[in-house]
């Protein structure tokens, strides 16, 4: 509930934030606090499901991928109405409001598997193999921020396209 209290609290700053300072810390604080609830419900999951906590996993990946297609989905259509790209964030603060306020006395049943308890073994070197996949991975993601990051300015320079329509193409 912290990190979702974070979560609102960025996204508050970034609908009234005109000063740069504030949407930037807005933004900061929901990368951060983003990352506190994503391994918080991981290790919830791990704790509550044991031995079956991979499945778990894979579900709440599934389902977590479905808001990602939401958000920038969501943040394209409000982008083209009267009230502008923030609209998204306020359906978002309504949107955990209401999780609160509903889920906030959920009790997590206890685990019945025992965790696991292992020796420590120092790191050696990684493989040469693991360095030669992290690049390929790496390469990956940048051509990704890349294209991602200017493929709306093309879409509105080059192409001529509006913004908000530009915006709702890569949305898409």
């Known amino acids: 509930w912290?990190?979702?209290?974070?979560?609102v609290i960025g996204a508050i700053l970034l609908i009234v934030g005109w000063n740069p300072i504030l949407t930037i810390l807005g933004a900061l604080l929901m990368g951060t606090v983003?990352?506190?609830?994503?391994?918080?419900?991981?290790?919830?999951?791990?704790?509550?499901y044991g031995e079956q906590r991979t499945l778990a996993f894979t579900e709440?990946?599934?389902?977590?991928?479905l808001?990602?297609?939401a958000a920038p989905l969501l943040t394209g259509i409000a982008s083209r109405?009267?009230?502008?790209?923030?609209?998204?964030?306020?359906?978002?603060?309504?949107?955990?409001?209401?999780f609160f306020l509903r889920y906030q006395k959920l009790e997590l049943a206890a685990?019945?598997?025992?965790?696991?308890?292992?020796?420590?073994?120092?790191?050696?070197r990684l493989p040469a193999r693991f360095w030669h996949y992290w690049l390929v991975?790496?390469?990956?993601?940048?051509?990704?921020?890349?294209?991602?990051?200017w493929s709306s300015t093309f879409l509105e320079v080059d192409i001529g396209l509006s913004r908000e329509n530009a915006a709702l193409?890569?949305?898409?």
């Not at 009230?83 to 955990?96: D, E, S």
């Not at 790496?138 to 051509?143: L, P």
Request: aromatic letters at 10%.
């Open 34 to 48: 983003g990352t506190l609830v994503m391994v918080t419900v991981n290790a919830s999951l791990a704790d509550q």
């Open 137 to 149: 991975i790496v390469a990956v993601v940048s051509v990704e921020f890349c294209i991602f990051t």
């Open 169 to 172: 193409i890569m949305s898409i």
């Open 60 to 65: 709440s990946n599934v389902v977590a991928g």
């Open 81 to 98: 109405s009267p009230f502008g790209w923030r609209a998204a964030l306020a359906v978002a603060i309504g949107y955990a409001i209401f």
């Open 111 to 124: 685990s019945n598997q025992p965790i696991a308890t292992s020796t420590y073994t120092p790191p050696g």
């Open 2 to 7: 912290l990190g979702m209290l974070g979560l």
């Open 67 to 69: 808001y990602t297609l």
